[in-house]
């Protein structure tokens, strides 16, 4: 895998800023796992750093790691909702899906978005 991506790093042509974007998404999907990466990205760019790396994020990172679950609200709250393919596609809007927090403000987040989930079902 590491050569199909040097190959391609190599023979790149385009903006220097969405290789960038692709190895950075690559090295985020290491350490937060390929379920973040597609919680962060719309179904199109995740498809376009891949096709940019040579890779399926699939293939190289985990699902989710220890950072997935204490870092990500994003993904902390998918878990606590038990929706993450809901959340992904976007039927299930959560405002701060993006953020990489401490496992305290990542408690708080969800925390917060269940009790306003929660408001909103009893209206």
């Known amino acids: 895998q590491e050569q199909i991506i040097l190959k ?3 023979e790149f042509r385009g903006v ?3 290789l960038e ?20 990205h ?3 760019t ?3 750093y891949e096709k940019i790396l040579g890779i399926k994020f699939q293939d190289v990172c985990p699902e ?4 997935s679950n204490t870092r990500s609200v994003g993904y902390a709250i998918t878990q606590k909702l038990g929706s993450f393919w ?16 401490d496992q305290t403000e990542v408690e708080k987040h ?7 989930n929660d408001g909103e079902e009893k209206k």
């Open 46 to 48: 995740y498809r376009r």
């Open 86 to 101: 809901a959340v992904v596609m976007g039927k299930r809007k959560v405002a701060d899906k993006g953020l990489i927090e």
């Open 64 to 67: 989710a790691t220890h950072y």
């Open 42 to 44: 719309n179904p199109l």
């Open 8 to 10: 391609n790093i190599k």
């Open 21 to 40: 974007s692709a190895l950075g998404a690559l090295i985020m999907g290491q350490y937060f796992g390929w379920r973040v990466l597609k919680i962060l």
């Open 16 to 18: 220097g800023t969405t």
């Open 110 to 116: 969800v925390a917060k978005h269940i009790a306003g």
